[in-house]
Nanobody, 121 residues
Framework: QVQLVESGGGLVQAGGSLRLSCAASTSTFSTVGWFRQAPGKEREFVVISRGSGGSTTYADSVKGRFTISRDNAKNTVYLRMTSLKPEDTAVYYC????????????????WGKGTLVTVSS
C-alpha cells in the first residue's frame, strides 16, 4: 500500500510558476505520474515517469513547461510548472504504481487526494 499526499497548489498569475510535491509513505513505488482534472472535464494525463531511471513522457500541452523530478531519499516526487496558463487550472493528482511500467490512468493503483492549482489571466 502506498499513500500519497500532494501539496504546493495555489493561486498564481498567468506566466508564473509553482512546484507541486507528492510525498509517498513508502519507497516501494516505481512508476509515478501527475494527472489533472479541470472543472467539468475528465481527469487527464500530465506526465509519467516509468520506474527509477526509466523513460518519462509528458502530455503535449505541458511539454517544455512542466518537469517531473524525484527525491528518492525523501520518497517525494515534484512537478515544477512554469509559464502557467489559465487552461492549466485544475486539481492536480499524484499517482503511483509499484510496477515498472504505465498502462494508463485506470491502471494506476495509488492516488493522492489532489491539490488545486488556479491560474488567473
Amino acid at each position: 500500500q502506498v499513500q500519497l499526499v500532494e501539496s504546493g497548489g495555489g493561486l498564481v498569475q498567468a506566466g508564473g510558476s509553482l512546484r507541486l510535491s507528492c510525498a509517498a509513505s513508502t519507497s516501494t513505488f516505481s512508476t509515478v505520474g501527475w494527472f489533472r482534472q479541470a472543472p467539468g472535464k475528465e481527469r487527464e494525463f500530465v506526465v509519467i515517469s516509468r520506474g527509477s531511471g526509466g523513460s518519462t513522457t509528458y502530455a503535449d500541452s505541458v511539454k517544455g513547461r512542466f518537469t517531473i523530478s524525484r527525491d528518492n531519499a525523501k520518497n517525494t516526487v515534484y512537478l515544477r510548472m512554469t509559464s502557467l496558463k489559465p487552461e492549466d487550472t485544475a486539481v492536480y493528482y499524484c499517482a503511483a504504481d509499484t510496477r515498472n511500467y504505465y498502462t494508463g490512468i485506470n491502471g494506476m493503483p495509488y492516488w493522492g487526494k489532489g491539490t488545486l492549482v488556479t491560474v488567473s489571466s
